[in-house]
């Protein structure tokens, strides 16, 4: 099986990543994916860009016990995660989360897990440039929220 997660600066290509994931396994009925891409506004400040951060190594191992985690509350058959990192602009793809299963259930159910984890307890550190001068970047109470539904607490703002 291939890698299931990937941190790196390059774009990706969603249609190969999906299509790699579905030709993985005859049993897949069902792909959900979600791209996530930067915005140009947070905050009521614009953002000319976006930078993150992350410590190679443990960020990839966090992300894997994450779909770990994910495997073990769905049934599902495949899973693949790219994060991205260093300089990115407002359109700019920033994370995809790719999820086969034998029926759109399980799928949605779990990508949508995945990224709810993913915005509140993988270890980046996001930066962006505004009109005032650059500022870091926060899970949101919303987030933690998102979370706390799936029966985990603990995010950056509990």
Not at 5 to 21: G, K, M, Y
Not at 80 to 93: A, F, M, T, W
Request: proline share 3%; charged share 25%.
């Amino acid at each position: 099986m291939a890698s299931r997660v990937s941190i790196q600066p390059q774009d990706f290509d969603v249609s190969d990543e999906i299509a790699a994931l579905r030709l993985a396994d005859k049993r897949v009925g069902a792909v959900c994916a979600f791209v996530g891409t930067v915005r140009d506004r947070n905050d009521g400040a614009s953002v000319s860009s976006m930078e993150l951060e992350h410590y190679p190594g443990m960020t990839e191992k966090s992300i894997e016990a994450m779909i770990d985690e994910a495997c073990a509350r769905f049934d599902v058959y495949g899973v693949r995660v790219i994060h991205r990192v260093g300089l990115l602009q407002p359109l700019d793809q920033i994370v995809l989360v790719a999820v086969t299963s034998a029926h759109r259930g399980q799928s949605f159910q779990a990508c949508e897990f995945l990224m709810d984890y993913l915005k509140t307890q993988a270890p980046f550190w996001k930066k962006e440039q505004t009109p005032a001068g650059a500022r870091w970047v926060d899970a949101r109470v919303a987030d933690d929220a998102a979370l706390a539904r799936w029966g985990i607490a603990g995010g950056k703002n509990a």
